[in-house]
């Protein structure tokens, strides 16, 4: 798995921005599912912290490989759907690619544009 992770330091496609303890836990997730990945910083989090901003206050990326992405998309899901449970009964969507598919937000099912930042209903964020 050594090699998995080491092609995954510089290279990667961002999963999910976010807090540590939720990049941390979401990484494990993935982990689990046998999807190699990695957190590590993001611009955001480098533009933070050279504007002299706490750390611990900054987002963390998750990275996985593109050729995992869309099994990842689906994990993220659950993984949220498990933690925020209010989510839980939403109407379902099959995927975590969904939005692409024109089907709507992934964790809620509320409509989207497909150039959103984040779902209007829930709050999840979405990665271009």
């Known amino acids: 798995m050594e090699g998995l992770a080491g092609a995954l330091q510089e290279e990667g496609v961002l999963l999910r921005e ?16 046998g999807i190699p990945c990695r957190v590590g910083p993001t611009p955001a989090f480098e533009q933070g912290r050279a504007q002299g901003q706490p750390v611990t206050s900054l987002p963390l990326g998750v990275f996985v490989r593109e050729q995992d992405l869309t099994a990842a998309r689906r994990v993220d899901v659950e993984h949220l759907r498990a933690e925020v449970p209010e989510l839980r009964d939403a109407q379902a969507v099959g995927s975590g690619d969904a939005l692409e598919a024109g089907e709507g937000c992934p964790a809620c099912g509320a409509a989207v544009a497909s150039d959103a930042p984040e779902c209007p209903e829930c709050g999840l964020g979405f990665v271009a």
Do not use: I
Not at 26 to 32: I, M
């Open 18 to 33: 976010c807090g540590a303890r939720w990049a941390g836990a979401l990484a494990d997730a993935l982990t689990e599912a």
